[in-house]
């Protein structure tokens, strides 16, 4: 089986495919429609978000039979029409899922004891221990919507602290010892602390808007380290400014392309993302939450792990 590799990742992913018996081409810098002329003699190719797979590449695909995305997320491909012409689909969220849970915990520990802001200013000689005064997690209850391998990550993460964990997930029975499963309506009743770990659907896209922000009970922090489009920018920014959210840890916004490599298509920044560079209350990073140097090895091995068990 020949393999074309359209993305960079760990050596051990072609070594180990080499030591198969597969085939392994690799084309870092060619054109969308460069790969399409030849993409009918491969069997599989790999990708991490480099481009969108739509229904006119897979229709130049005659002879695929898998198509291996070196990350969590699958919705930089068109899933059903690629099922419906049986080719497989190989995603990697175990491979991530430690690294997310442990951004999580460290975004929601930084912003509870402004670190970032505490950090700026002795940089700047200023020395302000009151405050810079903190609070802490025990005894505050996080919400997490999605429960899937990042969510129980970052459940598993917060077993040494004395918080309550709620999840609310459209899967039945996916609580667990670290996690107690509840209605969205409890979620918003009870949460201090809001993450998401969903992927981006059509259910979770502008999912974080006006409307479901005031339906808390209480001010909440909110953590995304999920995909940027399933928050509202002005919402959560007009949440920010009110004080229903207390402050913020993004590692995805809203801007983001489908390649998850450059933030905005113009040299126009919105409104919205200049009031989130200048909040102290709001945390930003370039979509690295499972972007360690671990999970780049983990991540190659479970697509190698996978493939094996497919097509060997």
Known sequence: ??????????PLLINQLNDLGFSNDEDYTSSKEEIEHKIHVYDGFIIRSRFSIDKAFLNKATNLKFIGRVG??????????????????????????????????GMLLSLFNKLNKADKEVRN????REENRGIELDGRTVGL???GNMGKSFAKKLRGFDVKVLCYDI???VGDENCTQVSFKELQ?????????????????????ADFIN?????FWLINTA???????????EALKSGKILGAGLDVLEYEKSSFENLFSDDKMPEAFKYLINAENVLLTPHVAGWTIESKERLAQTIVNKIKAHFC
């Open 227 to 237: 995909r940027g489009k399933s928050v509202v920018t002005k919402d959560l920014v």
């Open 145 to 147: 919507i999605g429960y």
């Open 125 to 128: 000689g200023k020395w302000l």
């Open 171 to 173: 899967k039945p029975s």
């Open 72 to 105: 969590a997320g699958l919705e930089n491909i068109d899933c059903e029409y690629a099922e419906s012409k049986g080719i497989k689909l190989i995603a990697a969220p175990e491979g991530n899922r430690n690294a997310v849970g442990e951004q999580s915990l």
């Open 189 to 209: 009743e009870k949460a201090d602390v809001l993450s998401l770990h969903t992927p981006q659907t059509e259910i979770t896209k502008n999912m974080i808007n």
């Open 215 to 219: 339906r808390f009970k209480k001010s």
């Open 1 to 10: 089986m020949k393999i074309l590799h359209l993305d960079s990742n760990h």
